[in-house]
């Protein structure tokens, strides 16, 4: 099982038997608070663009757990929309995998097609569907903040967390996607474990639990 709930359970039984593994719980600690600071970037990215984000319109561009399947079962995008909603943000997604997705109650505006992005203040790229590599991110003028570190190629010599090249300033990344919500293209837990995940799992340190292979 590739999925978040696996080390919940290591985690518990290794408690049972009274040899907890503070690692596994670390790790656990550090995906469960990516949500809320990936919610505090967005702020910092439109404080810096002079945006409000209280009445701001955001769109997440893939809701899904992992790339390339509809299943949005523990997926951070959740939390995500959850805390934007609080902010008062209009929240609307963009997902060819899923046809709807409500939150605590409610219902979460999906855009059909991947267009009218002048009508939002910034997209959060969350799941790198491989059908989103056909689009041209570095033509997007509404701001962009990539969170799975997966689209920095678009922007040439960019390091994918701000922009010094004068070009495709409206595109941020997440720490180069070190630090990646989705654990699709990047070592989620590189500066913690070492471990480099290319299983598509949730991060690359639960791999070793879950009975995914890392290499």
């Given at each position: 099982?590739?999925?978040?709930?696996?080390?919940?359970?290591?985690?518990?039984?290794?408690?049972?038997?009274?040899?907890?593994?503070?690692?596994?719980?670390?790790?656990?600690?550090?995906?469960?608070s990516m949500?809320?600071?990936?919610?505090?970037?967005?702020?910092?990215?439109?404080?810096?663009?002079?945006?409000?984000?209280?009445?701001?319109?955001?769109?997440?561009?893939?809701?899904?757990?992992?790339?390339?399947?509809?299943?949005?079962?523990?997926s951070p995008?959740?939390?995500?929309?959850?805390?934007?909603?609080?902010?008062?943000?209009?929240?609307?997604?963009?997902?060819?995998?899923?046809?709807?997705?409500?939150?605590?109650?409610?219902?979460?505006?999906?855009?059909?097609?991947?267009?009218?992005?002048?009508?939002?203040?910034?997209?959060?790229?969350?799941?790198?569907?491989?059908?989103?590599n056909n689009?041209?991110?570095?033509?997007?003028?509404?701001?962009?903040?990539?969170?799975?570190?997966?689209?920095?190629?678009?922007?040439?010599?960019?390091?994918?967390?701000?922009?010094?090249?004068?070009?495709?300033?409206?595109?941020?990344?997440?720490?180069?996607?070190?630090?990646?919500?989705?654990?699709?293209?990047?070592?989620?837990?590189?500066?913690?474990?070492?471990?480099?995940?290319?299983?598509?799992?949730?991060?690359?340190?639960?791999?070793?639990?879950?009975?995914?292979?890392?290499?």
């Open positions: 099982h590739c999925i978040p709930i696996d080390p919940k359970y290591l985690s518990f039984k290794t408690r049972q038997i009274g040899h907890p593994v503070r690692f596994v719980e670390l790790a656990q600690e550090i995906n469960n949500p809320h600071y990936v919610v505090s970037r967005i702020t910092e990215i439109m404080n810096k663009n002079s945006k409000l984000m209280k009445s701001s319109k955001i769109l997440l561009l893939g809701v899904a757990y992992k790339k390339d399947i509809g299943d949005t079962r523990e995008a959740l939390d995500i929309i959850e805390e934007l909603l609080t902010k008062e943000v209009s929240v609307s997604f963009y997902d060819p995998f899923v046809d709807s997705l409500n939150v605590n109650g409610n219902n979460i505006k999906k855009e059909d097609e991947f267009n009218n992005l002048q009508n939002y203040d910034l997209i959060l790229i969350h799941t790198p569907h491989t059908k989103f689009i041209e991110f570095d033509k997007i003028k509404t701001l962009i903040f990539d969170t799975t570190g997966s689209f920095n190629n678009f922007m040439g010599q960019r390091s994918g967390f701000d922009n010094t090249t004068g070009s495709a300033n409206n595109f941020f990344g997440l720490y180069a996607g070190r630090f990646n919500i989705t654990g699709q293209h990047s070592n989620f837990f590189g500066a913690y474990s070492g471990f480099n995940n290319t299983t598509g799992c949730y991060n690359n340190f639960f791999g070793l639990f879950s009975g995914c292979s890392n290499t």
